[in-house]
């Protein structure tokens, strides 16, 4: 089958299975051209919780398909490549947050949604990178305790009055952008504003007119009357950017923002997946009645 072939046969399927298609936001092109729905990490969160589709086949990482599948119990939900993970979220284990907590007796725990379902199960709340201050400023707490991403935890540190304990796990894909490589983009395109994910290092952040999710840098480069930007996170978020914006310019201050775990999966893996209905992803029950709770607590939080 050619590529257009496999793409005819995917949609057919999903039909047939009653699949939803989910692809965040860093998936290759041509998986996101397929998807019934793109999107940062809470927004495809909501839509697994809210959908009444029989499978959802989530095109991401194993967290994402463990999330969907705690806040949709009743559905298949399956991962098309298995071994998709995510290295930040393999930083920070059960056992390990267990000894931490016990350094900070009474802080909850707010655990951003890139970690293990074991991981959040003894957590207090969830957070996104588009709701992070949001929910830590939701809780009552003076103190709390960040957890597993050192630069998102520093940024949200710097936008409220509590006390941080912070975890120190990163992203190796965001980490990878330096000072230099903004600054020569800078130096290139002094028109352009810079946009930065908050998983890149504090002193990138420091550089940037916007720190906002994935999706949050759609909503500024389609309001933004800026005719150029640069774009700190994974070059994914490319393939949407460009065609939404036709008129404008979009810069990656360089090549080495690639996620090889969202890079993963290929339409033959997803057509596969739908064939088979394999991987499925599920979570133990003990665990997932946890997990689920500190989720569930996320999306509890109004916006604002
Ligand atoms: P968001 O899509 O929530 O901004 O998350 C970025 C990310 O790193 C997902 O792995
Ligand atoms: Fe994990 Fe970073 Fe890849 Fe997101 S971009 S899946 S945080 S390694």
Known sequence: MNQEELKQDIRRLARERDALLLAHNYQRDEIQEIADITGDSLALSMEAAGTHRRVIVFCGVHFMAESAAMLAPDKLVLLPRADAGCPMADMVTAEGLREFKARFPGAPVVTYVNSSAAVK??????????????????????????????????????????????????????????????????????????????????????????????????????????????????????????RENPDKQFILPTSRLICPNMKLTSLEDLHKCLQTLSPQITVPADIAARARVTLERMLAVPRD
Request: aromatic share 6%; proline share 7%; with cysteine.
């Open 121 to 242: 199960a003894e957590s207090d709340i969830c957070c996104t990178s588009a709701n992070a201050v949001r929910v830590v400023n939701s809780l009552p707490d003076r103190e709390v305790i960040l957890t597993p991403d050192r630069n998102l935890a520093q940024y949200i540190a710097g936008q409220t009055d509590k006390i941080c304990h912070i975890w120190d796990g990163y992203c190796p894909t965001h980490e990878r952008l330096t000072v230099a490589d903004v600054q020569r983009a800078r130096a290139e395109h002094p028109e352009a504003l810079f946009m930065a994910h908050p998983e890149c290092p504090p002193a990138v952040l420091e550089l940037a007119q916007h720190i906002c999710s994935t999706s949050g840098m759609y909503d500024y480069a389609r309001t933004s009357p800026a005719k150029a930007f640069i774009v700190g996170t994974e070059m994914g978020i490319l393939y949407r950017l460009r």
